[in-house]
């Protein structure tokens, strides 16, 4: 159902927690037992879904946005 892509996966609420966390795409991913890739795949799913970009990605590093700061308090809250 269409009311059931407006909830995101725990594994992409998950993998947005720790890279919001760590700062980092590579160490959530240590951090969670999965690949940079997984966890840069599941966030941008997420940002598809939420139609909202919650990281700036500059070169190698990740920042939150304005949006990702608030979401990753909201987030952290839920988990």
Do not use: W
Not at 46 to 71: M, P
């Amino acid at each position: 159902s269409s009311q059931r892509r407006l909830i995101p996966s725990t594994s992409m609420l998950m993998a947005f927690d720790a890279s919001a966390r760590c700062g980092s795409f590579t160490a959530a991913a240590q951090e969670l037992n999965l690949t940079q890739g997984a966890i840069s795949r599941q966030v941008s799913a997420l940002e598809d879904q939420l139609n909202v970009a919650l990281f700036h990605r500059v070169k190698k590093s990740i920042q939150l946005t304005e949006a990702g700061k608030v979401y990753a308090q909201g987030i952290r809250a839920a988990l």
